[in-house]
């Protein structure tokens, strides 16, 4: 699939997201991430944007990689964006450390392959 000029400007936006999730995860373990509010409301709100960039991509991009779980993503950043008291802080540093990188191998796929 040929990426219009603004699909590829979203997915830089979400990679350098990414890029601070990773950087995050790098420098904590999980319980020092799981004792550090500062920590925890910085990834939270990281995968919000990561969350919020995803829904700008129209449906035949979102149909074409469907690899991708887009519902999940958005999904994920609704319940911390809108429910944040009931966040399990361990739920989102599996996510950050298994689920975010798995999503920037993707996205980084995509670049390649367009």
Sequence with gaps: MNISKSN???LQK????????NEM???YTKEEFL??????RAIAMTIINIGELTTVFPDNFR?????IP???????????????EIVDFEDVWETAITSVP???KHLFEILKSS
């Excluded at 149909?63 to 690899?67: E, F, G, I, P, V």
């Design 8 to 10: 590829r400007i979203v």
């Design 14 to 21: 979400i990679l350098n997201e990414i890029s601070i999730v």
């Design 25 to 27: 995860t790098m420098r």
């Design 35 to 40: 004792d550090d509010n500062i920590a925890q």
């Design 63 to 67: 149909q074409a990689y469907s690899q």
């Design 70 to 84: 887009w519902r999940k993503i958005k999904g994920l950043r609704n319940i911390i964006a809108h429910k944040y």
């Design 102 to 104: 798995e999503l920037e």
